[in-house]
Nanobody, 125 residues
Framework: QLQASGGGLVQAGESLRLRCVLS????????LGWFRQAPGKEREFVAG????????NYPDSVRGRFTISRDNAENTTYLQMNSLKFDDTAGYYC????????????????????WGQGTLVTVSS
């Protein structure tokens, strides 16, 4: 089970840190990711991190502003979001997949099997 939290209402230029806890499973076996979905739009990839935490992947739209990390001792992945923009407004979803590879950061929806319930981020302009 994936449980995301940390969303909220912020002004443009501010920061938020999202948190997602994976319970009931061997956390270190999972590659992790974050996606977002705005009203009327497709769910899109935001960040991915490999099992070993050494490789990450971002789309151009967030690279340099967002950082994904993981704490295997706490079964938690984080998404640090800086310099937020109005266009970052969306529901944010964490995702996980069991990965045989320790160093692959996945970036497609189809790559992930398990999904959290989402947390809403609203950025006012």
């Amino acid at each position: 089970q994936l449980q995301a939290s940390g969303g909220g209402l912020v002004q443009a230029g501010e920061s938020l840190r999202l948190r997602c806890v994976l319970s009931g499973r061997s956390f270190s076996s999972f590659a992790l990711g974050w996606f977002r979905q705005a009203p009327g739009k497709e769910r899109e990839f935001v960040a991915g991190i490999s099992r070993d935490g050494l490789n990450t992947n971002y789309p151009d739209s967030v690279r340099g502003r967002f950082t994904i990390s993981r704490d295997n001792a706490e079964n938690t992945t984080y998404l640090q979001m800086n310099s937020l923009k109005f266009d970052d407004t969306a529901g944010y979803y964490c995702a996980a997949r069991i990965s045989g590879s320790t160093n692959t950061a996945y970036f497609t929806r189809e790559a992930y099997r398990f999904w959290g319930q989402g947390t809403l981020v609203t950025v006012s302009s």
